[in-house]
T-cell receptor, first 116, second 109 residues
């Protein structure tokens, strides 16, 4: 298996522009997680999906952020409009998860976002 | 302090020495997981230890869990330059996976 695939790997955009990050989880995994990592705030869970349904989006910073998972093999994280403080590395991870227990998560390589 | 807090924040040792990192948490857990992150890369799962387990091994890694003290330790024996990375613990508690801030480990040649 190729592992979790994220695209793009790097994104540089200007403030106010829309940014879309993409993720393909490992085939057969039923849970998908979006994280943001910065030096100041560390690793933050933004949202996670179980069987394509958003379960916990309490970490989504504000209405400018939205995430979708139209099917088991694809998810997007969109920021509109983007702001300089959104600059971070965004990770997608997938897992086989039961309702009550978190198992091993497999992380993608991340998307490094820079908003100028 | 937050759930899943690692200690120390940074650790620098000579190659060949053992490295020990600790993770403390506040509430009862289902399991505790350790991950490694090399610079500029995604996190990689190392070991998962369940609340009813006390010790697990994987190669040069040894993880212990003391639920009475609400703490875990990760021991890396005979460290190598390639072990230079940040190490995170994550605790599975109350339908959440809570991440610590990580320990930055530097192995000096």
């Amino acid at each position: 298996d190729a592992g979790v695939i994220q695209s793009p790997r790097h994104e540089v955009t200007e403030m106010g522009q829309e940014v879309t990050l993409r993720c393909k989880p490992i085939s057969g995994h039923n849970s998908l997680f979006w994280y943001r990592q910065t030096m100041m705030r560390g690793l933050e869970l933004l949202i996670y999906f179980n069987n394509n349904v958003p379960i916990d989006d309490s970490g989504m910073p504000e209405d400018r952020f939205s995430a979708k998972m139209p099917n088991a093999s694809f998810s997007t994280l969109k920021i509109q409009p983007s702001e300089p403080r959104d600059s971070a590395v965004y990770f997608c991870a997938s897992s086989l998860k039961s309702l009550a227990v978190y198992n091993e998560q497999f992380f993608g390589p991340g998307t490094r976002l820079t908003v100028l | 302090s937050q759930q899943g807090e690692e200690d120390p924040q940074a650790l620098s040792i000579q190659e060949g020495e053992n490295a020990t990192m600790n993770c403390s948490y506040k509430t009862s857990i289902n399991n505790l997981q350790w991950y490694r992150q090399n610079s500029g890369r995604g996190l990689v799962h190392l070991i998962l230890i369940r609340s009813n387990e006390r010790e697990k091994h994987s190669g040069r890694l040894r993880v212990t869990l003391d639920t009475s003290k609400k703490s875990s330790s990760l021991l890396i024996t005979a460290s190598r330059a390639a072990d230079t990375a940040s190490y995170f613990c994550a605790t599975d508690v109350n339908y959440q996976l809570i991440w610590g801030a990580g320990t930055k480990l530097i192995i000096k040649p």
